[in-house]
């Protein structure tokens, strides 16, 4: 049985430089399928020279780590994260990077887990 909450957030999608100075706002979908995992869409930025996405976790609002969950920026539009745990909160933010920049972050997106 599958259990899917939608969470939208705005994803700000544009870097400080001045060639990547035009933000665009972008929605995240936030889905969860129950005690399994998370799974984050957006739609791909407008803006020029962006080459991937973080994707921050923390498990208090606004606690989101320092640190992405992906280990490369995310050319795609896409993240699972299969590393949860029901029962457990977890609060999201996207970042949008041009290979040396990051946007700001985006709007906080939360998802809670269910128990099986």
Do not use: F
Request: net charge positive; no cysteine; glycine share 10%.
């Amino acid at each position: 049985m599958r259990r899917q909450i939608l969470a939208w957030l705005l994803v700000l999608a544009a870097l400080s430089s001045p060639a990547l100075a035009q933000q665009q706002s972008r929605t995240v979908a936030l889905t969860i399928t129950i005690g399994r995992s998370v799974t984050l869409g957006w739609t791909a930025s407008a803006s020029p020279g962006v080459t991937g996405y973080n994707v921050y976790r923390g498990t208090a609002a606004g606690g989101e780590s320092l640190t992405p969950l992906n280990y490369a920026p995310i050319s795609g539009t896409g993240y699972l994260d299969a590393n949860v745990v029901p029962g457990t909160r977890y609060y999201y933010v996207v970042t949008a990077t041009d290979g040396s920049q990051q946007s700001p972050k985006s709007n906080e997106a939360d998802a809670a887990v269910p128990t099986p």
